[in-house]
């Protein structure tokens, strides 16, 4: 007796004529998922710049920002290191030259008539420097016997003397009068910020300059930029590059600070470099002084990744004057002696370094996280195609 022969299970398939079974649909499969990849790794997960930079700037527009691409050359170099001053900000500043000491409430006046002991020196052998000066009030005034009490405010100590002197000679012959100021607290400037020592500081009849501030104020911090010292008087503020500023004869010692003014230096963390992409230690790198170049801050991020960066793609990013500019400077490094150029390439606060990854890599990357789903796709392609086998036969 001949039995009917029985459909072979799945089990029992040869393993070859499994895959014989399979390849028409997956080879499809893994075909067009192919095709995806090549195409994904064009658009690899993370920031891509695939942009070169030609031998003239070229600009374009990208949503509501306008992007400038300059390639980094000696020429590009020389433009971007100059640290120029703002001439017409400081020639504000430049066009208030150092004027007479002016008194004021608070003040402390030393005044001397000679011949006349038993006003000079009304307290006799008892008398400290201290009492011997004479207190300008709240309002301006002081007294002063013979005088009466005698407007100070805003005159000069020799305008001070010449009005003593006019209402002293009602009473007294030809009186002799000098007037010094003893001790000076009317008129205050704030330092403060990252210096040794932030304090109020008097104005006395010598010049305030910019120099003197840092000087009385001990010096700046290690932690201190420099470069961006902020100058406010009144509504108004300036921005100042102490470094630059002092390397000018011309101008370094011609900013002279007024009654009221505040001089903030502010840490060098507030306005930091950062470092993203392809480099060892990804982060912000604070500025010295207003001074770092590109070579430097690759450096201390322990320098490009070897076996992952595009040394053709190191790009700095920079925000432009206005909001809606940006500047991307392009250095192409396969040359190590481009590297010559970054070291003379100094860069500004709140730029961005970015190293961007080679093909090869962005396509590993891609198929890292593909290749979990493709597995998941080929096998169900292959149990299905076993299911529809089984209902066939």
């Known amino acids: 007796m001949i039995l009917p022969s029985l459909p072979q299970s799945a089990a029992s398939l040869n393993p070859a004529h499994r895959t014989r079974m399979a390849t028409p649909v997956t080879f499809q499969l893994v075909a067009a998922l192919g095709a995806t990849l090549l195409l994904a790794a064009c658009a690899a997960p993370g920031m891509k710049l695939d942009v070169k930079a030609s031998a003239h700037p070229t600009t374009t527009q990208m949503g509501d920002l306008q992007i400038s691409l300059h390639r980094l050359d000696p020429r590009l170099v020389a433009t971007q290191n100059a640290r120029p001053l703002n001439s ?10 150092p004027r007479p000491y002016l008194i004021g409430p608070q003040d402390v006046l030393q005044v001397t008539v000679w011949d006349h002991p038993e006003i000079t020196l009304a307290l006799g052998p008892n008398r400290t420097d ?31 003397r010449l009005k003593l002197t006019s209402e002293l000679a009602k009473v007294l012959h030809n009186p002799q009068v000098d007037v010094k100021v003893f001790a000076y607290r009317a008129q205050k400037i704030y330092v403060g910020g990252e210096v040794k020592n932030p304090a109020t500081y008097n104005v006395t009849d010598v010049p305030f300059t910019l120099s003197e501030a840092v000087n009385r104020a001990g010096g700046f911090l290690p932690t201190s930029d420099d470069s961006r010292m902020i100058l406010t008087r009144g509504d108004r503020s300036w921005i100042l590059d102490f470094q630059a500023l002092m390397s000018q004869s011309s101008v370094g010692g011609k900013i002279y600070l007024k009654d009221g003014d505040t001089l903030r230096v502010p840490t060098s963390l507030e306005n930091p470099v950062y470092l993203m992409g392809e480099v060892v230690k990804p982060g912000s790198l604070p500025l010295t002084h207003g001074d770092l170049t590109l070579a430097k801050a690759l450096s201390d991020a322990g320098g490009i990744e070897g076996t992952s960066s595009d040394a053709r ?48 890599v962005r396509f590993s990357r891609v198929m890292n996280l593909l290749l979990p789903t493709i597995s998941t796709v080929v096998n169900g392609t292959v149990g299905a195609y076993e299911i529809r086998y089984f209902k066939r036969n």
């Open 130 to 160: 201290s009492s011997a000066g004479t207190l300008v009030d709240e309002d301006g005034y002081i007294y002063f016997p013979f005088a009466g009490r005698t407007l100070m405010k805003g005159l000069t100590p020799n305008q001070a």
């Open 313 to 360: 793609s190191i790009y700095v990013i920079r925000r432009g004057q206005q909001a809606n500019l940006v500047d991307v400077f392009h250095l192409d490094a396969r040359n190590p002696t481009a590297m010559v150029l970054a070291d003379q390439f100094r860069l500004n606060p709140r730029d961005i370094v970015y190293v961007d990854a080679g093909t090869a």
């Open 88 to 97: 017409a900000s400081l020639a504000e500043l430049m066009e208030d030259q």
